[in-house]
C-alpha cells in the first residue's frame, strides 16, 4: 500500500451564504485508505465530502476558502474543468437513486455521458463495473430489465457500480448503507474492503462500528471543525481528546 | 445521539461488583493471615467456605461483561473499563485463592506448637494487604500512577519472601536431630514457605490489578514495561 497523498485540504473554511459550515480544515487523505467521517447531524459532514468534487457549487450562495488539492492540483483553480474532476472523484449517495432505465443502461450511463459508443467496450465495463461492485452474479442474467425492479441493497450496488463504471480515483460514500438491511449493509462493507485496493475511499457514517469496521482512518467532526483525527483503531480505543471520547460512547449531550 | 443512559448504569453496576469482590478478596486474605497468627481454626474454616461466593461474583462478573460487550457494542474508555474489569475480576478471584491456602495450611500448624515467630512472614501480610487496598482504590479513583506504587511494594514482597525462606532453611538444618521431631519441624516450616509463596502471589496479582488500572485509565499495557511511565 502506497502512502501518497491523494486529497490534501489546507485551511478550509465554507460558507452557506453568512453561515460557516466548516471552520478551518486541514486533513489529509491517502491513496487507498478509507477514511470515515463522523460526527453529530449537522457537524458539516457532508458538505466537506461535497467539498472535494466541488458539488457544493452547485449550491447558490455558497463559499470557500483555503485549498483543496487533488494529488496535488488544486480543485478550486480556475482553469479546472469540474466535469472532469467529478468523473475523477464519483459519489455515492445515501439513498440509492437509479435511474428508471435498465440495469445495463444505469451502469452504461457515465460512460456514454464520456463519450464512449462502442458496443463491446460499453459491455465490457458494464461487466466490469458490477463485478467489481459484486452484483454482477446477481443481476448478469437480467441485464435489460429496469433497475428499479432490484432490492434496496441492490440497487445502492448498483450506484457503486455506476460511479466506478467511469474509472475514477476516489469515491465519495455519503450514509452509504443508512437505508439498507443488516444482509445489504454487510456486503457494501465487504465491498468497501475490496474497492480499497483499486479505490481511495471517504465514508460518512452515523454507525460508529461501521466507521470501525471499514476505515483505516477516522475523523471525528463537531460544530464545522474537525476535532480529531488518526487511525480509525487508536480512536476507537484510545482517542486523544475527551470531545471524541464522548461522542463515540455515545455520551454526547 | 442518546446520552446511553441506560448503558451507563450498568457499567456503574459491573464496577459495583467488581468492589464487592474485591472487599471479599481483601478481607479473605486478612482472616486467613489473622487465622495463621492467632492460630484460629473457625475463621481459617470461614475463609475457605467464604471462596464460594468470591467465585460466583466472578461469573456474574463475566457474564454481565459478555453481555455489555455483545449488546451495547462499547467502544473506547467503556470498552477498556470492560475488558479490564474482567481481568481485575480473575486476579481478585486468585487472590481468594491464595487466602483459602493459606488457611489450609494455617488448619495443619495450628495442631502443632508454633514455631518460633518470623518477623518478615508479618511484614509481608501488612505489605501485600496495603498493596491489595491501594489496587483497589486506584480501580475506585481511576488512578493510573498508583501502579507504579504497587509496584515497587511488590519489590519489598518478594525481599520479604525471600528473608522468611532463608530463615526456614536455617530453622530446619540446625533443628534437633532427634528424627521425629525433626519430620516435624521441617514438615511445619514447608508449610510457612508455602504460606509465605501465597502472599507473595496475592502480592503479584495486586501489582496485576493496578496494571489493568493503568490500562482502563490510560489505554497503554504496562505490564510488561520495566520502566516507569509518565504522563
Ligand atoms: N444547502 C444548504 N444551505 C444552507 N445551509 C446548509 C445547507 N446544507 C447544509 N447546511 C448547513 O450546514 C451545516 C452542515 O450540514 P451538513 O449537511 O454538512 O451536516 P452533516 O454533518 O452531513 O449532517 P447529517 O449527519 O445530518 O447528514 C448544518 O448546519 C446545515 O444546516
Ligand atoms: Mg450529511
Known amino acids: 500500500m502506497t502512502n501518497t497523498v491523494k ?12 453561515f460557516k459550515a466548516l471552520e478551518d480544515i486541514s486533513f489529509d487523505i491517502k491513496k487507498n ?38 494529488d496535488n492540483e488544486d480543485i478550486y483553480a480556475p482553469n479546472v474543468d469540474v466535469v472532469n474532476l467529478r468523473r475523477r472523484v464519483g459519489m455515492v449517495f445515501q439513498k440509492p437513486n437509479p435511474f428508471p432505465k435498465t440495469i445495463f443502461e444505469n451502469v452504461a450511463y457515465g460512460l456514454r455521458v464520456n463519450g464512449v459508443r462502442d458496443k463491446k467496450i460499453l459491455k465490457q465495463n458494464v461487466e466490469k463495473s458490477l463485478r467489481q461492485a459484486a452484483l454482477w452474479d446477481e443481476v448478469k442474467d437480467r441485464i435489460n430489465d429496469s433497475a428499479l425492479g432490484l432490492s434496496g441493497g441492490q440497487q445502492q450496488r448498483l450506484c457503486i ?56 482512518i477516522t475523523a471525528f467532526f463537531y460544530m464545522g471543525k474537525l476535532i480529531e483525527t488518526g487511525d480509525t483503531e487508536t480512536i476507537f480505543t484510545r482517542p486523544a481528546l475527551k470531545q471524541t471520547e464522548d461522542y463515540i460512547t455515545g455520551r454526547f449531550g | 445521539m442518546s446520552e446511553r443512559h441506560h448503558f451507563i448504569k450498568e457499567l456503574e ?32 474454616q470461614e475463609v475457605i467456605d467464604g471462596d464460594r461466593k468470591i467465585n460466583a461474583l466472578e461469573l456474574e462478573v463475566d457474564a454481565k461483561s459478555l453481555k455489555l460487550l455483545a449488546l451495547e457494542q462499547p467502544m473506547a474508555k467503556d470498552l477498556r473499563v470492560i475488558l479490564g474489569t474482567m481481568k481485575i475480576s480473575n486476579e481478585l478471584e486468585r487472590i481468594a485463592d491464595q ?24 511484614r509481608l501480610m501488612e505489605t501485600t494487604d496495603q498493596m491489595i487496598d491501594l489496587a483497589i482504590n486506584a480501580f475506585l479513583d481511576e488512578n493510573a500512577d498508583q501502579a507504579i506504587k504497587i509496584r515497587h511494594m511488590d519489590d519489598m514482597a518478594d525481599q520479604y519472601t525471600l528473608e522468611i525462606l532463608q530463615a526456614m532453611i536455617l530453622y530446619m538444618v540446625k533443628s534437633t536431630p532427634a528424627t521425629e521431631k525433626r519430620i516435624l519441624n521441617t514438615r511445619r516450616s514447608i508449610q ?16 496485576n490489578v493496578g496494571e489493568h488500572v493503568a490500562f ?13 511511565f509518565k504522563e
Open chain 2, 216 to 228: 482502563i485509565v490510560k489505554g497503554i499495557n504496562i505490564k510488561h514495561q520495566k520502566v516507569d
Open chain 1, 33 to 70: 485508505e478509507v477514511s470515515a467521517l463522523i460526527g453529530p447531524s449537522g457537524c458539516g459532514k457532508s458538505t466537506y465530502l461535497r467539498c472535494l468534487n466541488r458539488m457544493n457549487d452547485l449550491i447558490p450562495g455558497t463559499r470557500v476558502e483555503g485549498a483543496v488539492t487533488l
Open chain 2, 192 to 207: 510457612t514457605i508455602i504460606i509465605s509463596r501465597c502472599l507473595e502471589r496475592a502480592a503479584d496479582l495486586a501489582t
Open chain 2, 99 to 122: 487466602a483459602v491456602n493459606i488457611a489450609e495450611r494455617t488448619l495443619f500448624l495450628s495442631q502443632y506448637p508454633p514455631l518460633e515467630p518470623v518477623a518478615s512472614l508479618e
Open chain 1, 7 to 18: 486529497f490534501s485540504t489546507r485551511n478550509l473554511n465554507f460558507f452557506y451564504g453568512d
Open chain 1, 161 to 216: 457500480a455506476r460511479a466506478l463504471a467511469v474509472e475514477p480515483d476516489v469515491v465519495l460514500m455519503d450514509e452509504p448503507a443508512s437505508a439498507l438491511d443488516p444482509i445489504a449493509t454487510q456486503k457494501i462493507e465487504d465491498l468497501i474492503h475490496e474497492l480499497k485496493k483499486n479505490f481511495t475511499i471517504i465514508i460518512v457514517t452515523h454507525s460508529m462500528q461501521q466507521a470501525a469496521r471499514v476505515s483505516d
Open chain 2, 13 to 44: 453496576d459491573l464496577k459495583l461488583t467488581i468492589l464487592n469482590m474485591a472487599a471479599l478478596s481483601r478481607q479473605a486474605l486478612k482472616n486467613a493471615n489473622t487465622a495463621y497468627l492467632e492460630r484460629n481454626d473457625t475463621l481459617a
